[in-house]
Protein backbone atom coordinates (compact mmCIF):
# COMPACT_ATOMS: atom_id res chain seq x y z
CA UNK A 1 0.00 0.00 0.00
CA UNK A 2 1.42 3.57 -0.81
CA UNK A 3 1.34 6.53 1.85
CA UNK A 4 0.04 9.03 0.82
CA UNK A 5 1.75 11.64 3.29
CA UNK A 6 4.49 13.30 2.09
CA UNK A 7 5.85 17.14 1.42
CA UNK A 8 5.40 18.91 -1.85
CA UNK A 9 6.54 16.94 -4.63
CA UNK A 10 8.26 14.42 -1.91
CA UNK A 11 4.29 12.18 -2.23
CA UNK A 12 4.93 8.55 -2.59
CA UNK A 13 2.36 8.60 -4.70
CA UNK A 14 4.30 11.27 -7.08
CA UNK A 15 7.39 8.58 -6.72
CA UNK A 16 5.60 5.44 -7.40
CA UNK A 17 2.95 6.50 -9.87
CA UNK A 18 3.99 9.35 -11.95
CA UNK A 19 6.33 8.00 -14.39
CA UNK A 20 3.89 4.77 -14.63
CA UNK A 21 1.14 7.44 -15.42
CA UNK A 22 3.15 9.16 -17.86
CA UNK A 23 3.86 6.26 -20.09
CA UNK A 24 0.54 5.19 -20.07
CA UNK A 25 -0.70 8.47 -21.37
CA UNK A 26 2.33 8.34 -23.88
CA UNK A 27 1.58 5.03 -25.38
CA UNK A 28 -2.49 5.68 -25.29
CA UNK A 29 -1.36 8.86 -27.27
CA UNK A 30 1.27 7.52 -30.00
CA UNK A 31 -0.91 4.51 -30.61
CA UNK A 32 -4.16 6.51 -31.37
CA UNK A 33 -2.45 8.64 -33.20
CA UNK A 34 -0.90 6.19 -35.43
CA UNK A 35 -4.26 4.86 -36.39
CA UNK A 36 -6.01 8.15 -36.48
CA UNK A 37 -3.39 9.29 -38.95
CA UNK A 38 -3.83 6.21 -41.05
CA UNK A 39 -7.71 5.97 -41.07
CA UNK A 40 -7.95 9.82 -41.02
CA UNK A 41 -5.67 10.41 -44.08
CA UNK A 42 -7.64 7.83 -46.18
CA UNK A 43 -11.12 9.39 -45.11
CA UNK A 44 -9.44 12.69 -46.03
CA UNK A 45 -8.44 11.23 -49.41
CA UNK A 46 -11.43 9.65 -50.31
CA UNK A 47 -13.27 12.82 -49.39
CA UNK A 48 -11.23 15.07 -51.86
CA UNK A 49 -11.55 12.68 -54.49
CA UNK A 50 -15.12 11.91 -54.26
CA UNK A 51 -15.96 15.88 -54.00
CA UNK A 52 -17.34 17.72 -57.27
CA UNK A 53 -14.51 18.32 -59.35
CA UNK A 54 -12.63 15.88 -57.66
CA UNK A 55 -10.21 12.78 -59.12
CA UNK A 56 -12.81 10.50 -59.00
CA UNK A 57 -16.32 12.49 -58.22
CA UNK A 58 -19.04 10.22 -56.53
CA UNK A 59 -21.85 12.40 -54.86
CA UNK A 60 -22.99 9.57 -53.02
CA UNK A 61 -20.09 8.41 -51.57
CA UNK A 62 -18.76 11.80 -50.99
CA UNK A 63 -22.32 12.80 -48.71
CA UNK A 64 -22.64 9.67 -46.88
CA UNK A 65 -18.90 9.82 -46.35
CA UNK A 66 -19.49 13.53 -44.82
CA UNK A 67 -22.26 12.84 -42.99
CA UNK A 68 -20.18 10.02 -41.16
CA UNK A 69 -17.65 12.34 -40.70
CA UNK A 70 -19.75 15.17 -39.22
CA UNK A 71 -21.59 12.84 -37.19
CA UNK A 72 -18.62 11.45 -35.69
CA UNK A 73 -17.02 15.09 -34.83
CA UNK A 74 -20.05 16.48 -33.05
CA UNK A 75 -20.20 13.55 -30.34
CA UNK A 76 -18.68 14.90 -27.02
CA UNK A 77 -15.41 12.25 -26.15
CA UNK A 78 -17.01 11.06 -22.85
CA UNK A 79 -20.13 10.69 -24.26
CA UNK A 80 -18.63 8.92 -27.08
CA UNK A 81 -16.53 6.89 -25.05
CA UNK A 82 -19.49 5.66 -22.79
CA UNK A 83 -21.83 5.28 -25.58
CA UNK A 84 -19.31 2.67 -27.42
CA UNK A 85 -18.39 1.07 -24.28
CA UNK A 86 -20.10 -2.43 -25.32
CA UNK A 87 -18.14 -2.17 -28.58
CA UNK A 88 -15.28 -1.60 -26.62
CA UNK A 89 -15.30 -4.22 -24.29
CA UNK A 90 -15.87 -6.50 -27.06
CA UNK A 91 -12.49 -6.06 -28.81
CA UNK A 92 -10.54 -4.89 -25.72
CA UNK A 93 -12.11 -7.43 -23.12
CA UNK A 94 -12.64 -4.35 -20.76
CA UNK A 95 -13.12 -0.86 -20.60
CA UNK A 96 -10.44 -0.03 -17.99
CA UNK A 97 -7.71 0.60 -18.32
CA UNK A 98 -5.02 2.64 -21.15
CA UNK A 99 -5.28 -0.28 -23.42
CA UNK A 100 -8.81 -0.10 -23.82
CA UNK A 101 -8.50 3.85 -24.24
CA UNK A 102 -7.60 2.87 -27.75
CA UNK A 103 -9.76 2.27 -29.48
CA UNK A 104 -12.62 5.15 -28.03
CA UNK A 105 -9.23 7.60 -28.88
CA UNK A 106 -9.21 6.53 -31.88
CA UNK A 107 -13.00 6.75 -33.25
CA UNK A 108 -13.31 10.38 -32.35
CA UNK A 109 -10.07 11.62 -33.51
CA UNK A 110 -10.05 9.70 -37.69
CA UNK A 111 -13.27 12.08 -38.11
CA UNK A 112 -11.15 15.20 -36.55
CA UNK A 113 -8.41 14.39 -38.27
CA UNK A 114 -9.68 13.35 -41.90
CA UNK A 115 -11.59 16.81 -41.71
CA UNK A 116 -7.84 18.70 -41.37
CA UNK A 117 -6.61 15.92 -44.08
CA UNK A 118 -9.55 17.45 -46.45
CA UNK A 119 -8.14 21.38 -45.80
CA UNK A 120 -4.74 20.91 -46.22
CA UNK A 121 -5.00 18.94 -49.42
CA UNK A 122 -7.70 21.34 -50.53
CA UNK A 123 -5.64 24.01 -49.98
CA UNK A 124 -2.98 23.05 -52.80
CA UNK A 125 -2.97 25.19 -55.68
CA UNK A 126 -4.81 23.77 -58.48
CA UNK A 127 -2.51 24.80 -61.44
CA UNK A 128 -0.03 22.28 -60.19
CA UNK A 129 -2.65 19.47 -60.54
CA UNK A 130 -3.42 20.70 -64.00
CA UNK A 131 -0.03 20.39 -65.15
CA UNK A 132 0.27 16.82 -63.60
CA UNK A 133 -2.92 15.82 -65.68
CA UNK A 134 -1.67 18.16 -68.77
CA UNK A 135 1.70 15.75 -68.40
CA UNK A 136 -0.33 12.70 -68.24
CA UNK A 137 -0.39 11.93 -64.49
CA UNK A 138 -2.31 9.01 -63.17
CA UNK A 139 -4.95 9.83 -60.91
CA UNK A 140 -2.63 8.05 -58.01
CA UNK A 141 0.23 10.03 -59.11
CA UNK A 142 -1.38 12.92 -59.18
CA UNK A 143 -3.41 12.55 -55.42
CA UNK A 144 0.33 11.24 -53.86
CA UNK A 145 2.58 12.81 -56.01
CA UNK A 146 1.00 16.24 -56.47
CA UNK A 147 -1.49 16.66 -53.65
CA UNK A 148 -0.22 14.76 -50.96
CA UNK A 149 3.11 16.41 -51.37
CA UNK A 150 2.52 19.72 -51.93
CA UNK A 151 0.48 19.56 -48.42
CA UNK A 152 3.18 17.26 -46.57
CA UNK A 153 4.12 20.18 -44.60
CA UNK A 154 0.56 21.23 -43.13
CA UNK A 155 -0.15 17.40 -42.82
CA UNK A 156 2.52 17.45 -40.56
CA UNK A 157 1.07 20.46 -38.28
CA UNK A 158 -2.28 19.02 -38.36
CA UNK A 159 -0.89 15.78 -37.07
CA UNK A 160 0.76 17.48 -34.43
CA UNK A 161 -2.23 19.22 -33.84
CA UNK A 162 -3.99 16.19 -33.77
CA UNK A 163 -2.07 14.34 -31.41
CA UNK A 164 -2.41 17.78 -29.10
CA UNK A 165 -5.92 17.05 -28.65
CA UNK A 166 -5.39 13.17 -28.41
CA UNK A 167 -3.42 14.07 -25.35
CA UNK A 168 -6.46 16.40 -24.29
CA UNK A 169 -9.09 13.52 -25.03
CA UNK A 170 -6.64 10.63 -23.04
CA UNK A 171 -6.64 13.10 -19.88
CA UNK A 172 -10.63 13.00 -20.08
CA UNK A 173 -10.52 9.29 -20.44
CA UNK A 174 -9.04 9.04 -17.19
CA UNK A 175 -12.24 9.73 -15.25
CA UNK A 176 -13.64 6.93 -16.76
CA UNK A 177 -10.74 4.89 -15.55
CA UNK A 178 -8.46 5.11 -18.27
CA UNK A 179 -5.68 5.53 -16.84
CA UNK A 180 -2.83 7.80 -17.71
CA UNK A 181 -1.59 11.57 -15.83
CA UNK A 182 -5.79 12.29 -16.49
CA UNK A 183 -6.51 9.41 -13.77
CA UNK A 184 -3.74 10.23 -11.45
CA UNK A 185 -4.92 13.90 -11.06
CA UNK A 186 -8.30 12.60 -10.64
CA UNK A 187 -7.74 10.02 -8.13
CA UNK A 188 -5.31 11.79 -6.20
CA UNK A 189 -4.98 15.52 -7.18
CA UNK A 190 -8.50 16.12 -6.99
CA UNK A 191 -10.55 13.45 -4.93
CA UNK A 192 -7.42 13.26 -2.38
CA UNK A 193 -6.92 16.77 -2.49
CA UNK A 194 -3.07 16.26 -2.99
CA UNK A 195 -2.31 19.59 -4.72
CA UNK A 196 1.09 18.49 -5.60
CA UNK A 197 0.45 15.46 -7.65
CA UNK A 198 -2.48 18.13 -9.96
CA UNK A 199 0.31 20.12 -10.59
CA UNK A 200 2.51 18.18 -11.42
CA UNK A 201 0.00 16.11 -13.82
CA UNK A 202 -0.93 19.22 -15.12
CA UNK A 203 2.65 20.52 -15.62
CA UNK A 204 3.52 17.29 -17.39
CA UNK A 205 1.22 17.40 -19.69
CA UNK A 206 2.06 21.11 -20.76
CA UNK A 207 5.29 19.70 -21.18
CA UNK A 208 4.00 16.52 -23.50
CA UNK A 209 1.88 18.89 -25.96
CA UNK A 210 4.93 21.62 -25.64
CA UNK A 211 7.19 18.85 -27.04
CA UNK A 212 4.87 17.61 -29.72
CA UNK A 213 4.25 21.23 -31.12
CA UNK A 214 7.77 21.75 -31.12
CA UNK A 215 8.88 18.70 -33.11
CA UNK A 216 5.71 19.13 -35.47
CA UNK A 217 7.19 22.66 -36.47
CA UNK A 218 10.62 21.42 -36.78
CA UNK A 219 9.08 18.14 -39.00
CA UNK A 220 7.23 20.90 -41.03
CA UNK A 221 10.11 22.96 -42.08
CA UNK A 222 11.87 20.10 -43.13
CA UNK A 223 9.56 19.13 -45.16
CA UNK A 224 8.78 22.33 -46.97
CA UNK A 225 10.48 22.45 -50.25
CA UNK A 226 8.68 25.87 -51.32
Known amino acids: MIA ?3 SWFDN ?3 THNFWPATVETLAMTLISTVLSVVLGTITGLVLVGTAKGGLFPNRVVNQILGAIVNVGRSIPFVI ?3 AISPLTKILAGTTIGWE ?4 PLT ?3 TPFFARLVETNILGVDQGKVEAAKMMGATRSQIMFGVLVREALPALIQSIAVLMISII ?3 AMAGVLGAGGLGALAMNYGYY ?3 TDVMVLTVVG ?4 VEIVQVVGDMLSRLVDHR
Open 100 to 103: ATIF
Open 192 to 194: QFM
Open 4 to 6: LSG
Open 107 to 109: VAA
Open 168 to 170: GFS
Open 80 to 82: LMI
Open 12 to 14: TVI
Open 205 to 208: IIVI
